[in-house]
C-alpha cells in the first residue's frame, strides 16, 4: 500500500509540474561521440517535490544519468521516487527509494530534451531546524553505435544466404 500510494504521489507530481522553472544543462563534449552535463537540486521545503532539466542534445543517441543524495547533518535526505523525460518513455518509477541512483541507456532524438526528477525532501530530523536537502546528478549522451564495415559485410551474407534458402524452398514446392 505505502509503495503504491508513493508512487501516485509522484505520477501526479510530475504530470501537475509545468514547464516554468526548467534549469539549462549545458553539455560538454568529454570523449569522441560523448557529452557530459551535471546539476544540482537544493530545498529549503520538504515533501514530494520535482526539479526540471532541460538541455540541448547535440546528436541522436542514448542518455545516462545518476542521481546522488547528500545528507548534511541534520537533514533525512532525498529518496527518488521517478523521472519523465519529454522524449521518451513518459513517467517512470524507482523501484527503492535508494540514495544513489543509475538510469539508462535510454534512446533519446537531437535537439532540446526536458527531465523531470520526482523526489521526497524529508524535513529536518532536528524540528527546530529548517528542511535543507540537496542532491546532485549527471547527464552523459552518447551517440548510436555505427556497425563497422565488417559487421555490415557479415549482416548482408546472412540476409543473402537466408534469401537464397528461401527461393531453393519456394521453387521445390
Known amino acids: 500500500m505505502n509503495g503504491k500510494l508513493r508512487a501516485c ?13 526548467a534549469v539549462t544543462v549545458i553539455l ?15 530545498h ?11 538541455f540541448v542534445s547535440p ?6 544519468f545518476t542521481l546522488d543524495s547528500a545528507t548534511p547533518t541534520g537533514t533525512a535526505g532525498v529518496a527518488f521516487l521517478g523521472y519523465g523525460l519529454s522524449s521518451g518513455p513518459g513517467l517512470v518509477l524507482f ?11 535510454l534512446a533519446i532524438p537531437a535537439g532540446e530534451v526536458q527531465l523531470s ?3 521526497n525532501a524529508a524535513p529536518a530530523l532536528n524540528p527546530d531546524a529548517p528542511a535543507s536537502t540537496s542532491y546532485s546528478g549527471n547527464l552523459t549522451v552518447s ?12 549482416m548482408s551474407a546472412g540476409l543473402l544466404a537466408a534469401m537464397g534458402v528461401r527461393r531453393v524452398k519456394a521453387s521445390t514446392a
Open 44 to 54: 529549503s521545503a520538504a515533501g514530494n517535490l520535482v526539479d526540471r532539466y532541460e
Open 9 to 21: 504521489i509522484a505520477a501526479t507530481a510530475l504530470a501537475t509540474c509545468g514547464s516554468v522553472g
Open 28 to 42: 560538454q563534449p568529454s570523449a569522441e561521440g560523448q557529452f557530459t552535463g551535471s546539476f544540482q537540486g537544493a
Open 59 to 64: 546528436l541522436s543517441g542514448f542518455l545516462s
Open 117 to 119: 526528477i520526482g523526489f
Open 95 to 105: 523501484s527503492s527509494s535508494a540514495p544513489h541512483v543509475q538510469v539508462g541507456p
Open 143 to 154: 551517440a548510436l553505435a555505427i556497425p563497422e564495415p565488417e559487421t555490415w559485410l557479415l
